[in-house]
């Protein structure tokens, strides 16, 4: 295929893509990403590396601003 013909033809696609507007089976989309809207775990925020943060520096520059 010739560079114009192949050029047209994703011009075509573009314009098809760009002006239509496909229906979205967002159920689906959900199904394959592997979650669900109900899912407690999602709303609920797990810090997976709490265990390894410094806690003993959290708020030291806000209690002593002048030292900086």
């Keep these: ?13 573009a314009r098809e893509l760009k002006y239509s507007s496909p229906d979205m089976n967002l159920s689906a989309l959900e199904r394959e990403l592997g979650t669900t809207s109900n899912s407690a775990e999602s709303e609920e925020f797990i810090d997976k590396w709490a265990d390894y943060a410094d806690d003993e520096f959290d708020g030291e520059a806000e209690e002593n601003p002048e030292a900086s």
Aim: aromatic share 0%.
């Design 1 to 13: 295929m010739g560079r114009g013909r192949q050029k047209a033809k994703h011009t075509k696609v």
